[in-house]
């Protein structure tokens, strides 16, 4: 019974607000058909309450104010009022539900997209709008949480009222419930004339709303508040979000309009009907053939069964804009997720596991930086790129490849033979068949100008992206073949700009590893050259570092996610130019824990300052998408080729 319930709600509510994707909001109130049965009980339960009303008013009309005595007074009047109380009581009851079965469905909702956003893929953010996908999780669910346990609701109760007025209409006076029957349906045509306009302009006003939000969160975040003071764009912006605004505003004001029209036209339908119903039933009662109390009653009956006509226009005006809402929700939660792994989850192979940081005594010989902090290291794992070809025009929303077509491997076969640039229609290749490998426990370096793709690299070993041809391997298996969470567990990144969140120094750093100890996290501060960032903090780990760090240093916020990365303790370690925000002081300090990092490990550096990679057991060389070079500090110099026209300005 519960089941059917909510089936038939779910349907109803997509039928009225004309959004077929509104049927399966059902999942977000499956076990909730006993609060849904509820509601509709006490809606028809009101309506028929409602319903006596009419019959009260005849009886006070027509039996007790013709005789003139204050008792026969009392019992219809003290039957009104009991009428009134119990109606209260009914309402007070639906709204108890109704905020209920709402605040639920608002929770259940924004727990489903938050929980759908955390597993799309990195590919979705930078083609997604921050102030849109904000407004999926704020408006667009109020409003759909809205139509599923209020609007819905009042439309039923509405009919409800409208179906039993009528019928008190044809049992007061069959003949002119006629009358009224002749206007009904006219007012009706309206209401179905004016829905399918109402959700287009609902759409429309939703959408543009959603650009002003964007536009808004670009503008308020800290680096978009910063750039906006670095070139004095204020009154820029303020013209742009103006703009913006007033579309926003032209399109509420033309659904304003045709929701006015459309109520208005309804009214004057009620008043025509009014006028006919008084002007037969004065002409009945002047013959004879009916009462002064039917008419009154019949007068009553009428508002109660076409006033509610005058309020469903507005309902249909939010429940078309919950249509727009439901849409843009589930076009949200469609959007695929990372696919799942083939064959299972697979380990890479490797000498040992990696454990964790600790505050003790070494555990591998060499392993102990300045400061007395132990890193406890194991063996690493061997990582490979094969050929592999990587386009960001041919990544599809899930960062996965899509298959190039003809003109995409001509256009591949065309840029290996010729170098960089790509014809009309052909893609535009970040990396172009590059392959490298990373032997277990050694150091590779990936140097390049800036947009050779490097970053690209960083991307691909991470899992971010998968490439169009060719493979990443860790211990000989797959990228492809490897859980998320296995992969993230081997591999820790230090990207080039790092995210702190704004939240304390400790909630950022366990981030790394959610069980870590304070002194776990102390020792992975002092690893990082930040033990004296946090002697100065009053509030130690508990210390806030505001909205992606701005409170810290461009340095102390590198050697903070450094630290994140060392309570991880992964056993690939890929540094995308994870000392570019240093100074030469701190970049020295940072660099002994990273070398001791790095022992035993598996590590990948992606550099811009040359002089960070002399040491690389091997380095390879990137120029437009290609590998160009590899081999040694001291190998590539001899050569005299691209590392060494990169190498000597930089050293000079």
Known sequence: ???????????????????????????????????????????????????????????????????????????????????????????????????????LLTVRIRQAVNSHLQRLPFSFF??????????????????????????????????????????????????????????????LLII???????????????????????????????????????????????????????????ASEEEARLTSR?????????????????????????????????????????????????????LRSELASAGASFTRIFVLLDTPTDLPTSGGARRPATARTVRPLSHGPAAEPGARPSGGVALALGGGVELSLDDAWFSYDLADSRGHATPPGPAAEAGAAAGARTGPGAGAGEPEWSLRGVSLRVAPGTTAAVVGASGAGKTTITYLVAGLYRPQRGTVRLGGVPLADLAPSELHRVVGVVPQDPHLFHDTIAANLRYGRLDATDDELRAALEAACLGTLFERLPDGLATRVGARGY???????????????????????????????????????????????????????????????????RIYVLDHGQVVEDGTHDALLADDGAYARLYRPASA
């Open 262 to 314: 459309v109520r208005l036209l309804v009214n004057l339908g009620l008043v025509a009907t009014m006028m006919v119903v008084v002007t037969l039933g004065a002409a009945l009662v002047s013959s004879g053939h009916t009462s002064l109390g039917t008419v009154a009653a019949l007068g009553g009956a009428l508002l109660v069964s076409f006033g509610p006509l005058s309020t469903a226009v507005s």
């Open 1 to 103: 019974m519960s089941s059917a319930v909510t089936q038939w709600h779910a349907r109803a509510v997509a039928r009225l607000t004309g959004a077929p994707a509104a049927v399966r909001a059902e999942q977000f109130f499956a076990d909730q058909g006993r609060v849904i049965a509820g509601l509709l009980l006490l809606s028809v339960t009101g309506s028929l309450a409602v319903a006596a009303g009419p019959f009260i008013v005849r009886r006070l009309v027509d039996d007790a104010l013709p005789t003139g005595k204050v008792g026969d007074l009392i019992p219809p009047v003290l039957m009104l009022c009991g009428l009134l109380v119990f109606e209260s009581a009914v309402l007070a009851a639906r709204m108890k539900l109704i905020a209920r079965l709402g605040g």
């Open 551 to 617: 409170r810290l240093s461009g340095g102390e916020r590198q050697r903070l996610a450094i630290a994140r990365v060392l309570l991880q303790s992964p056993e690939v370690l890929v540094l995308d130019e994870a000392t570019s925000a240093l100074d030469s002081v701190s970049e020295l300090a940072v660099r002994e824990a990273l070398d001791a990092l790095s022992i035993g490990r598996t590590t990948l550096v992606i550099a811009h300052r040359l002089s960070t990679v002399r040491d690389a057991d």
């Open 126 to 187: 930078p083609r997604a709008q921050q102030g849109e996908v904000m407004t999926v999780l704020s408006t667009d669910v109020v409003d759909a949480q809205n139509a599923v346990s209020a609007t819905t609701q009042a439309v039923v109760c509405r009919v409800a009222d409208i179906v039993v007025g009528l019928v008190v209409i044809f049992t007061l006076d069959w003949r002119l419930s006629l009358a009224v029957m002749v206007f009904a349906p006219a007012t």
């Open 192 to 250: 179905r004339g004016g829905r399918r306009r109402l959700g287009a302009l609902s759409a429309r006003r939703r959408d543009l709303d959603g650009t002003l939000m964007a536009r808004a969160a670009d503008t308020a975040s800290v680096s978009g508040a910063l750039h906006v003071r670095l070139f004095d764009r204020a009154g820029y912006e303020e013209e742009r979000f103006d703009e913006a605004a007033a579309e926003v505003l032209a």
